[in-house]
């Protein structure tokens, strides 16, 4: 197997460390392992690219540079890449603000890896949560090792206590930190800083001015020895190393100071509480302030220093190199072979939502695809589906161009749930018809929004109408329930009917309100106490706030598409009993055809107060079958569709 690394750093530091750590263990497994650097005199891409084509896994070493590149050769030369994330990604993107672009440009690079393999689980979760596209599937852990213990024991405990910083001078680093720490602790104290960066001169000045540096060496409590290598005997001069930044990866120095027999003592980021779980958690600060971090340190070393050592060479004992080395050639073995036995891939659908509505049809669609035998991913940026997606299901919107092109191999398919609303609907609907690129099947909610769309027959089509959950069903009511009407859903259509509110609470009625709460309908609230807004709630706690009403409220303007639309509200309201209090429009007046009619009770004048006493007045009890017959669930809607048969005959046929 022939292996290339991309990579970009140079000098010392824990990626630099962990990249010889790995070209050293994997030497055996992989026949030839190319190194590809891209930064500095150093680089030259043409030979990168030549490296390139020669090679049949391409490694990136961290997740920025030469994730961008790798993923690029990759996607040119189709070779699968890995990806190594040092990181908590999202951590660095919010420090370093990176900007739409790049975000987009790390999404897409992430996505077209095969493998992303992180050092550790609080890595694995930023990323996830920065990039939720990202699937378990792709993603492995495998922890920096430590280093192989060199046989010498720990020094003594010293008359002066002696504190180590091993790192970049830089703000992610908090090394402010480190001199705010040490004006808490008592004299004997003291901190040797090793590493430099763009904050070193700062801080002397700092030092200088607290007293800690007097260019003493005597009196100094305070040393900084810029950049070197640090050896296990450097680390055994000290009682205990100190980190205090504001994210880490998986240390290397944590794990280079307890290989050493040193304790390592730091602010409780999620890396660190990871690596010192169980008996050295207490090696941990409180919280992430300088005064806690004092306490801890003095905490730590009045412990025994056979104690201190023994625990600081269990930890770096489960680091060992013997699984790194493992770990790592089942990572190369499998993406090998997953390139090369394309029929053993799980065929995967990937739902790309990039909008802010909420679609309680996402979690449905989940259950049936997997029950088919398929993997859901959903995506919440298009740059993050993987290039061997077998079917992409773009939820419209405005579908991406470039990663349409990018995943030209997969089966994509349109669902317009909608169509448009807002400001120029029809201009919307037009410039879809003409940028959104033409796909291998489309489902609408309903025959009206697939004639408000425009779109010619010429591409399959399904029609997909709105359902509810299984789970929602007639639920136990209170015998005098505390409201008259609840309202669940987009409340932000609310703001169209002020009127409609003012007229109910002059009737007397009481409103519950059930969903998100822009700022302005908030303000408008304020003056009406007789709504009573609880905010959004999980989907599956709906059914049981419905019931404390006696009936649903269902207010729709009188523009299109709301007034052809499916009302999801309306079905949840049906499904667990409720009769319907609501405006007459077109998709109302259709369903009161139907066995729901005597659920229904039409407010004519939404301005009149009489009017609503009167249809409050009117309601009857809980239907017992809430569902009547109409309201169909999620299960049923979607073992209909015969769009399954159709991508199930279309991957056969690509497959050949």
């Avoid at 390139?52 to 540079?65: F, G, K, M, P």
């Avoid at 905490?299 to 269990?314: M, N």
């Avoid at 169209?496 to 302005?520: E, M, N, T």
Wanted: contains cysteine; aromatic residues 8%; hydrophobic residues 45%.
């Amino acid at each position: 197997m022939r292996l290339l690394v991309v990579f970009e750093e140079h000098g010392v530091g824990g990626v630099q460390t962990m990249l010889q750590a790995l070209t050293h263990s994997l030497s055996d497994c992989c026949g030839s392992i190319q190194m590809a650097c891209i930064r500095g005199p150093s680089a030259d891409w043409r030979q990168v690219f030549r490296q390139a084509t020669q090679a049949n896994v391409i490694l990136a070493s961290n997740a920025y540079r030469p994730a961008y590149l790798a993923a690029f050769l990759g996607w040119v030369l189709r070779k699968p890449v890995i990806v190594w994330v040092h990181g908590p990604v999202r951590e660095v993107m919010a420090m370093a603000r990176t900007g739409w672009m790049r975000r987009q440009l790390m999404g897409w690079a992430y996505g077209r890896a095969r493998t992303l393999v992180f050092v550790s689980d609080s890595s694995r979760e930023s990323l996830r949560t920065a990039f939720p596209g990202v699937g378990d599937q792709r993603c492995v852990v495998i922890r920096n090792p430590a280093p192989a213990a060199d046989g010498h024991a720990a020094a003594v405990q010293m008359p002066v206590a002696q504190l180590g910083f091993v790192g970049r001078l830089s703000p992610e680093k908090r090394p402010e930190w480190l001199l705010q720490m040490l004006l808490r602790l008592p004299e004997h104290y003291r901190l040797t800083v090793i590493g430099d960066g763009p904050l070193r001169a700062p801080l002397e000045a700092m030092a200088r001015a607290q007293g800690l540096m007097l260019d003493d060496p005597d009196r100094d409590r305070v040393r900084f020895l810029g950049e070197m290598t640090v050896t296990p005997a450097v680390y055994r001069t000290w009682n205990a190393t100190v980190i205090c930044s504001a994210y880490e990866g998986y240390p290397m120095v944590a794990l280079e100071s307890l290989a050493a027999g040193v304790a390592c003592i730091g602010v409780p980021i999620p890396a660190l509480r990871e690596m010192l779980s169980g008996p050295t958690s207490n090696w941990l600060a409180d919280d992430e302030q300088p005064e806690s971090l004092a306490h801890t340190v003095v905490k730590v070393l009045s412990q025994p220093p056979q104690d201190l050592r023994r625990l600081a060479t269990t930890v770096a004992e489960r680091h060992a190199q013997a699984g790194f080395r493992a770990q790592w050639a089942q990572v190369l073995d499998r993406v090998l072979s997953a390139g090369s036995s394309i029929e053993q891939k799980v065929r995967s659908v990937h739902c790309v939502h990039t909008g802010h509505a909420y679609m309680p049809e996402l979690h449905a669609y989940a259950a049936h695809v997997q029950s088919l035998g398929y993997e859901w991913v959903l995506h919440r940026c298009a740059a993050t589906v993987p290039v061997d997606a077998d079917v992409v299901w773009w939820m419209c919107g405005v579908v991406s161009r470039l990663h349409s092109l990018r995943l030209r191999a997969s089966l994509h398919v349109h669902e317009y749930s909608s169509a448009s609303v807002g400001s120029f609907p029809g201009l919307k609907d037009h410039f879809k018809r003409w940028w959104n690129p033409v796909p291998h099947y489309r489902v609408f909610q309903s025959e009206p929004v697939r004639e408000l769309m425009g779109f010619s027959k010429r591409v399959p089509y399904c029609l997909r109408d709105m359902g509810v959950p299984e789970s929602f069903s007639p639920s136990k009511r209170p015998a005098c329930p505390p409201f008259d009407l609840v309202y669940a859903g987009a409340t932000s259509r609310l703001l169209a009917f002020q009127g409609a509110l003012d007229a109910i609470g002059r009737s007397g009625l009481r409103v519950l309100l059930v969903g998100s709460v822009s700022d302005r309908l908030a303000e408008l609230l304020k003056r009406m106490p007789w709504i009573h807004a609880i905010g959004s709630v999980a989907h599956s706690e709906i059914p049981g706030y419905l019931v404390q009403a006696r009936a649903g409220l269902n207010l729709v303007p009188a523009h299109r598409p709301y007034t052809v639309q499916t009302s999801t509200k309306v079905l949840e309201y049906l499904a667990v009993g409720l009769p319907v209090v609501s405006n007459r429009y077109p998709w109302m007046e259709t369903l009161s055809a139907t066995p729901a009619c005597s659920r229904i009770h039409w407010i004519d004048d939404v301005s009149s107060p009489t009017a609503w006493a009167a249809a409050v007045s009117e309601l009857d009890g809980p239907q017992e079958d809430g569902r009547l017959g109409l309201v169909r669930t999620w299960p049923k809607i979607l073992q209909e569709l015969p769009i399954w048969a159709d991508l199930e005959r279309d991957l056969q046929r690509s497959r050949r």
